[in-house]
C-alpha cells in the first residue's frame, strides 16, 4: 500500500539547520509531483513547498522562501526539505504529501486528498 515515512526533524536554535527526509513506497514515486506540509498544534496545515515529478519545478510558501530547498531523489524514492535560517515560526510538524501538478498550495487539501498515506510527520522545534 502507499506509505510515505518522514524523519530529520528535531531540536534546534534560532539559525541553524535541519534536513528533512521522506521515504515513498507503494506507489511509482517518480511519476507523482510532491509536497511538504506543516502543522503547528492547534492550527490548520500550512503547504511549504512543492516539486514536480522529475524535481525541475519547486515552488514555496512565502515564508519559507529563500530559506527552504525542496528536492528529491527518484532513484531512491526520497524526497527531501532542507531547511536554513530556522526561526520560532518554523516549529511545526512536517508532513511529506502526494502533490498534483499545478501544486494545490491549500494546506487543508493535502489532508483531503492524500492524508490516508501520510505517516506520522517529523517535528521540528525552534527555540531562540
Known amino acids: 500500500q502507499v506509505q510515505l515515512v518522514e524523519s530529520g526533524g528535531g531540536s534546534v536554535q534560532t539559525g541553524e539547520s535541519l534536513r528533512l527526509s521522506c521515504v515513498g513506497s507503494?506507489?511509482?514515486?517518480?511519476?507523482?509531483?510532491m509536497a511538504w506540509v506543516r502543522q503547528v498544534a492547534g492550527q490548520e496545515l500550512e503547504w511549504v513547498a512543492s516539486?514536480?515529478?522529475?524535481?525541475?519545478?519547486?515552488d514555496y510558501a512565502d515564508p519559507v522562501k529563500d530559506r527552504f530547498i525542496i528536492s528529491r531523489d527518484n532513484a531512491e524514492n526520497k524526497m527531501y526539505l532542507q531547511l536554513d535560517s530556522l526561526t520560532t515560526e518554523d516549529t511545526a510538524m512536517y508532513y511529506c504529501?502526494?502533490?498534483?501538478?499545478?501544486?494545490?498550495?491549500?494546506?487543508?487539501?493535502?489532508?483531503?486528498?492524500?492524508?490516508?498515506?501520510w505517516g506520522q510527520g517529523t517535528q521540528v522545534t525552534v527555540s531562540s
Open positions: 504529501s502526494q502533490d498534483s501538478y499545478p501544486p494545490m498550495r491549500e494546506g487543508r487539501r493535502y489532508r483531503d486528498i492524500f492524508g490516508e498515506y
Open positions: 507503494g506507489f511509482r514515486f517518480y511519476l507523482y509531483p
Open positions: 516539486i514536480n515529478s522529475d524535481g525541475s519545478k519547486v
